[in-house]
């Protein structure tokens, strides 16, 4: 069964969180004083896939369209004792975890690892993964899912970092066209977007999909 195309014309505005205070601890600058709720489980890691909410008010469409609670994602970098989540918002950046977990609905989250994490994210994969993210930290948000490196939208960065990297992929793109509209919700925020010209033949990745990944284990939920 088709899934709705929304989920390519809105996920952008879903991960799309402009103003948030974040850390740019990977690019070596001081992070900024946040507040939010403190993560409760001591287990994360570097590496690990993040899942939420958002409260946008595209959040609802996103949900209906790729028939999922998760809206949007992010992957944890740890830097000395504290946690960021590199995210794909306006611009592309690291936010501080606790921040990130208290913008999503009910501060409610869900972690997620890749199986054979401790033969890949050693610490010379950690490296290489914080050296791939850095080329992507500023990008603009990508409101129409595009597939190039010109602009990113939140589980593409996720995907591309882990594909250049390890050459490991956390889910399987889709095509535009392969998904359908009929939510009226839906259908409005993809006229948004697109107009009457939606790219079917563009790549695409959700959070859903990678939530969905069979090379996943979930870590903690909350």
């Known amino acids: 069964m088709k899934r709705y195309i929304i989920a390519i014309g809105i996920l952008a505005t879903g991960c799309n969180t402009a103003g948030v205070e974040s850390a740019d601890k990977i690019s070596g600058q001081p992070a900024h004083q946040e507040t939010g709720r403190a993560p409760v489980n001591k287990d994360i890691q570097t590496g690990d896939l993040i899942f939420h909410t958002s409260r946008s008010d595209q959040s609802r469409a996103i949900q209906i369209a790729t028939n999922s609670r998760y809206s949007h994602m992010g992957i944890i ?3 000395g004792a504290e946690y960021f989540v590199y ?3 306006q611009p592309v950046k690291l936010t501080r975890l ?3 977990i208290a913008r999503g609905e009910n501060g ?3 972690v997620k690892r890749l199986k054979n994490s401790d033969a890949v994210l ?3 994969g950690i490296a290489k993964m914080k050296s ?3 080329k992507y930290l500023g990008k603009a948000y990508d409101l129409k899912f595009e597939w190039s490196d010109d602009k990113m939208y939140c589980s593409e960065l996720v995907w591309k970092i882990y594909k250049e990297t390890f050459n490991i992929e956390i889910g399987k793109p889709e095509r535009m066209g392969n998904f359908d509209l009929s939510d009226e919700t839906v259908r409005k925020k993809a006229r948004e977007r697109y107009g009457d010209h939606i790219p079917e033949d563009e790549p695409v990745i959700t959070p859903d999909a990678m939530f969905r990944a069979e090379n996943l ?3 903690t939920e909350h």
Do not use: H, L
Request: glycine content about 4%.
């Open 87 to 89: 995210e794909a918002v």
């Open 122 to 124: 050693t610490e010379a």
């Open 77 to 79: 970098f740890q830097e």
């Open 132 to 134: 791939t993210g850095r």
């Open 217 to 219: 284990i979930t870590i």
């Open 108 to 110: 409610k989250y869900v």
């Open 98 to 100: 606790s921040n990130w």
